[in-house]
């Protein structure tokens, strides 16, 4: 299910990835956390491998945990492990 500010071809966990980025720039598009993905990756190689290994860890345990969390739910806390990660 495509969401406001989610990109078509992308996965559901590629977007919900992009967008919690996003969040950082308080921008809901995917597009924008597309950039600032690139913008960590030029500056930063281990902010951004932690970053996607926060987001996988908080993705995994939102989904064993809970049976069907929202979308909002899922970008909110996905946000919070990012930005513990860039810490």
């Not at 966990?13 to 980025?21: A, D, R």
């Not at 281990?46 to 908080?58: D, E, G, R």
């Amino acid at each position: 299910t495509a969401t406001s500010g989610s990109i078509e071809f992308l996965p559901e966990w590629l977007n919900l990835f992009f967008s919690s980025l996003a969040l950082i720039l308080l921008q809901s598009s995917a597009w924008a956390g597309i950039l600032l993905w690139l913008i960590i990756l030029a500056f930063s190689r281990v902010m951004f491998l932690n970053s996607l290994i926060a987001f996988a860890i908080n993705y995994a345990i939102v989904i064993s945990v809970f049976p069907n969390p929202s979308h909002t739910f899922l970008i909110l806390t996905s946000f919070n492990a990012v930005l513990t990660a860039f810490a």
